[in-house]
């Protein structure tokens, strides 16, 4: 059992956990991901590691409650445990010196952008980021990013915090401003890091983006979390989760994630949740 050390609210419907790991700690790096079941009767979700402590034992995962396991999760307080927790799983991000990094994250996306943007700091990196969400509510971990950041922005749909508008327009901004951007790191809703992607492209910037799709086992034996990436097969558990943005089917990808909706719907009526 793993127990849970610590909790926040972040937002009405994004939460934030600290769970007791050790040996998950011990292993993880900026980019993976872990899967957990809450109880013998739960199904298995990925969540992306938000930050880890390797001399506390512990992994800090952020999650926005969607369906029917995550506002079961969202229920749970300090003291509670969960069933399983299984990872670090997935390839770590690719954490070198490049030179100007422009970190993008979008939503909840913001959550595994964390790790990623202290350590390309750590690395040596010029680090612009780029924080975006619909409203100044929805923010999330904006101290800790900014405090890793050479310059730090930040967007909303209707204009309560920041930059009125989408974080494609900054990236915009500052590629037309800036004599060289070596690589840009998106996280986020789907359309945003295919929005990203395509900006980028123009100017032959090296894009990585972070993809979530529907996933069961994350070891690779399922499939279920399958992505089409420059033409070819990949599974998002195993060679990834980061790939190359310009590379992506993003409408497939859409696609994909749709597929459970009526589902999903259909779990969270029969066990009393609304999301």
Do not use: W
């Not at 390309?120 to 929805?138: D, E, F």
Request: neutral net charge.
């Amino acid at each position: 059992m793993y127990e849970i050390l610590e909790k926040k609210i972040l937002s009405d419907t994004v939460k934030m956990m600290k769970i007791k790991a050790p040996l998950v700690a011990a292993k993880a790096q900026p980019g993976q991901f872990i899967i957990l079941r809450i109880d013998e009767k739960g199904e298995r979700i990925p969540l992306t590691i938000a930050d880890f402590d390797r001399d506390h034992g512990t992994i800090t995962i952020i999650f926005l409650e969607v369906g029917k396991t995550t506002q079961q999760l969202g229920t749970l307080n300090v003291g509670d445990s969960i069933l399983n927790f299984v990872g670090p799983l997935g390839a770590p991000s690719d954490i070198r010196k490049y030179g100007t990094v422009v970190c993008v994250g979008g939503g909840v996306g913001i959550a595994p952008l964390y790790p990623i943007v202290k350590a390309l700091k750590q690395a040596g990196n010029y680090v612009i980021s780029i924080l975006g969400a619909k409203t100044k509510k929805l923010l999330i971990l904006e101290e800790e990013i900014a405090q890793f950041s050479d310059e730090f922005y930040v967007t909303t749909d209707d204009g309560s915090k920041g930059h009125k508008g989408f974080v494609s327009d900054v990236v915009q901004e500052i590629i037309e401003k800036k004599e060289n951007v070596n690589m840009v790191m998106a996280i986020g809703p789907i359309i945003m890091m295919k929005v990203v992607s395509e900006l980028t492209k123009k100017y032959n910037i090296k894009t990585l983006v972070s993809l979530n799709p529907i996933m069961v086992d994350g070891t690779g034996m399922c499939g279920g979390c399958r992505v089409s990436v420059d033409g070819k097969v990949k599974f998002a558990c195993v060679d990834g989760p980061e790939f190359d943005g310009h590379k992506v089917d993003y409408e497939n990808l859409m696609l994909r994630n749709r597929r459970f909706i009526h589902e999903e719907g259909e779990a969270c009526r029969l066990a009393g949740v609304v999301v």
